[in-house]
């Protein structure tokens, strides 16, 4: 060792510290733009209509079957802060499973979603919507039109909650509010939903 030391100071104010923490960070800040691109690209090349909303849109595509209630389901979604689209037959294959695709209006990742409106009372209503959901698409989409309970609705959530089911969205008095397994589990659960 020489007589004179040299002395570094490392500063990394990003939390950067090897190659991978790098890429990885591009490609958070990146993955977006990246996946908001694809979206416009795959709209350009098809036949659709577009009804715009505030906070997000509605895309039916050409040949694209759905209800009044889902397209109802739709519009209020749109306050969420997700892109709903219709996609066509053939998008969904030769058996409709999903009603619609999500698409948050921030980061552009696609979901397949179920619609579901809630005009029962009951818990044992909320779960038979729920595991019947669950049989189309990991993210339910529920939409709650009566004045079911607090206590009901959660128990129907807890009682027809399956490992299917990735999250639900709930449109609870106006709002919309986000739930995964530990959420619905929690007691926080009835403190979000008065």
């Known amino acids: 060792m020489s007589r004179y030391s040299v002395m570094f100071i490392y500063f990394d104010p990003f939390g950067i510290k090897t190659f991978s923490d790098l890429v990885s960070n591009l490609s958070k800040k990146a993955a977006p733009a990246i996946r908001k691109r694809g979206f416009e690209t795959y709209l350009s090349r098809n036949i659709h209509q577009v009804y715009p909303y505030k906070q997000g849109n509605i895309y039916v595509m050409s040949g694209a079957k ?76 529920y939409d709650v039109q009566s004045s079911i309970s607090t206590q009901w609705f959660i128990k129907g959530l807890r009682q027809g909650w399956s490992r299917n089911i990735r999250k639900i969205l709930v449109n609870w008095h106006g709002r919309w509010h986000e739930f995964k397994k530990d959420d619905v589990f929690s007691r926080e659960i009835h403190k979000i939903l008065k």
Do not use: W
């Open 66 to 141: 759905y209800s009044e209630t889902e397209f109802h389901i739709a519009e209020k979604l749109t306050t969420a802060g997700y892109h709903i689209m219709f996609p066509n037959a053939g998008d969904l294959g030769k058996t409709r499973k999903n009603d619609v695709y999500l698409y948050d209006t921030k980061i552009y990742v696609q979901y397949k979603a179920e619609l579901k409106s809630l005009f029962g009372t009951t818990a044992d209503v909320v779960k038979s919507r729920l595991i019947c959901g669950a049989e189309q698409a990991s993210i339910i989409v």
